[in-house]
């Protein structure tokens, strides 16, 4: 269950509550967030709801029986919106498009990029300074000063950062120069660097683990908002399976279920789902059929030059014709409902 306290609850109050859960069997932890302060009760003894919403100092309470809470749809059934300042939202009936590069690579490039999406009015760019790489020997990313590099470029012109942090250590540096942290499908185990993100008044973009189900995926989620951030969006990048003509298994069935489990945003990662350019847009398209509330995806202006994953990155001339019939399908979808 879910317990939402009122920001003044005593602590007489909260201490009477916690017994009236002993009562019943129910362990209970205490959640406070940029928003809100909850606590959770876990257990299973059948009680009746009255006995522990009737006592001072609580707002609200809810039967959640999934196994995440906070993250679930069955307590907010409001979907949450993400706000990025300047005019910059996620979910709740929008559609948001981040676009850029695999790896931040030059000042040239996020030049160029930056004007790209500016053309195209597309306000988040993608792009990685710190890369997980399969081999040590490639390209692994231009680290802080390149982070630095590209903010100086982002700021004047409006445009939001996403960007992937890999370890606990690098969030400190990296804090001030980003809008959006994106954990990585390598790190969605990584349940220190979840709990840190827990810590940080930034939005998080949580990529699904490589062999993650859906139901693990909502749990590492559950442990960001449980730490304390709210600002959560999950992303669904394919996954692996048993089949090898393509990089990744883009699971659409994953996009439509996890629209109705949380009140968090989806995101679609069609380059890395697929992972061959030529498919990306059709894949893309599909995600947002299938109920995602924005897409990411990658690209360069010369994408055979890309220092990473070139191979399923689109052109600028791609990338246009892309958002636009993007932006043509998510009105479609919206005139269905
Ligand atoms: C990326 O976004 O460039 C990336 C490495 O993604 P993933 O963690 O999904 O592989
Ligand atoms: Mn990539």
């Known amino acids: 269950m879910i317990i939402q306290l009122e920001p003044n609850i ?6 009477k509550l916690i017994e009236q859960l002993e009562v019943i069997r129910y362990q209970s932890s205490e959640v406070v967030t940029q928003y809100g302060h909850y606590l959770i009760g876990i257990g299973k003894q059948p009680f009746d709801i009255r006995s522990i919403g009737n006592l001072p100092g609580i707002r609200d309470i809810h039967r959640v029986s999934d196994n995440y809470k906070l993250v679930s749809s069955k307590w907010k059934v409001k979907e949450t919106r993400i706000d990025l300042g300047d005019g910059v939202e996620i979910g709740q009936g929008k559609l948001a ?30 792009g990685g300074v710190y890369k997980p790489r399969s081999s040590p020997y490639s390209f692994r990313g231009l680290g802080i000063e390149g ?18 942090v890999m370890m606990t250590e690098q969030i400190d540096a990296m804090i001030d120069y980003v809008d ?21 008044d930034k939005p998080v973009l949580l990529k699904r683990g490589i062999s993650g189900t859906v139901e693990e995926l909502l749990q590492v989620a559950e442990y960001i908002f449980s730490n304390g951030n709210e600002r959560i969006m999950l992303c669904e990048r394919g996954i692996r399976t048993y089949e090898s003509v393509y990089r990744n298994t883009m699971d659409l ?7 109705e489990k949380t009140h968090l945003p989806v995101i679609a990662d069609p380059s890395h789902g697929i992972g061959v ?8 398209l599909a ?5 995602a509330d924005g897409v990411i995806v990658e690209v360069h202006q010369q994408p055979e030059k890309a220092f990473s994953d070139g191979q399923q990155t689109l052109s600028f001339q791609e990338a246009k014709r892309l958002y ?14």
Not at 156 to 162: D, H, S, T, V
Request: aromatic fraction near 6%; proline fraction near 2%; glycine fraction near 6%.
């Open 253 to 259: 069935n994953a996009v439509a279920m996890l629209k």
């Open 97 to 126: 498009l981040m676009a850029g590069p695999c790896s931040i690579e030059s000042e040239e490039q996020i030049a160029s990029t930056i004007k790209h999406l500016q053309e195209n009015n597309v306000r988040i760019m993608r």
């Open 324 to 337: 636009s019939r993007l932006r043509q399908t998510f009105e479609l979808r919206e005139s269905f409902q």
């Open 180 to 200: 959006v942290f994106q954990v990585g499908a390598r790190n969605a185990q990584n349940f220190n660097l979840l709990d840190a993100l827990g810590g940080v």
């Open 277 to 284: 350019r030529r498919f990306v847009d059709k894949i893309a």
């Open 147 to 164: 982070l630095k590099m590209w903010y100086e470029q982002t700021r004047p012109a409006g445009i939001k950062i996403i960007t992937e």
């Open 10 to 15: 005593t602590i007489d109050q909260k201490e």
């Open 287 to 291: 995600s947002v059929m299938a109920g």
